[in-house]
């Protein structure tokens, strides 16, 4: 599984992060995550992103370095996100209820409310960190 870590210039000196609200299963429905897909055989978690954010929300995208920490989703599926920006497309949600973009102050709010999708909150500190960094 390979989830993509959008960010982008928010042009006054901050950086925003694209977040994605799940439509289903019931148990994640409504909460928000980094959006991605599972790798195909053969294919690259690098390649893998790019055609599921191809499909999930019609863009394109430079995938970069993986964030340090790995997710384990359950035995034989782990859950890796790579930083990526945006090189053409604006974002839509093909599959998701919803997007949005956040500033570190609105991802901690939606972490605090707990609206975000469990496995993802391991990245937390690491969004934040970039999400704050000058
Ligand atoms: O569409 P489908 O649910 O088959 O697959 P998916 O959206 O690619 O997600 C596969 C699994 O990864 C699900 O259990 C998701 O809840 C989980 N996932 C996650 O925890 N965090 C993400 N950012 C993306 C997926």
Redesign the pocket.
């Known amino acids: 599984?390979v989830?993509g870590a959008v960010v982008r210039d928010a042009g006054d000196g901050r950086a925003e992060l694209l977040l994605a609200q799940?439509a289903?299963?019931p148990e994640?429905a409504g909460r928000w995550?980094?959006?991605?897909?599972?790798a195909a055989d053969g294919e690259t978690l690098a390649e893998a992103l790019v055609r599921?954010l191809r499909e999930e929300l019609e863009v394109s995208v430079l995938p970069g370095e993986p964030l340090e920490q790995r997710?384990l989703?359950r035995e034989e599926?782990t859950?890796v996100?790579l930083w990526a920006r945006l090189l053409g497309g604006t974002p839509r949600a093909v599959?998701h209820h919803a997007l949005t973009w956040v500033d570190a102050e609105a991802l901690t709010a939606m972490a605090d409310r707990d609206e975000l999708?469990?496995?993802?909150t391991a990245w937390i500190p690491e969004l934040l960190a970039a999400l704050r960094a000058p």
């Open positions: 599984m989830a799940r289903y299963p994640v995550e980094l959006p991605g897909g599972k599921e997710v989703l599926l859950l996100a599959e999708v469990p496995a993802d």
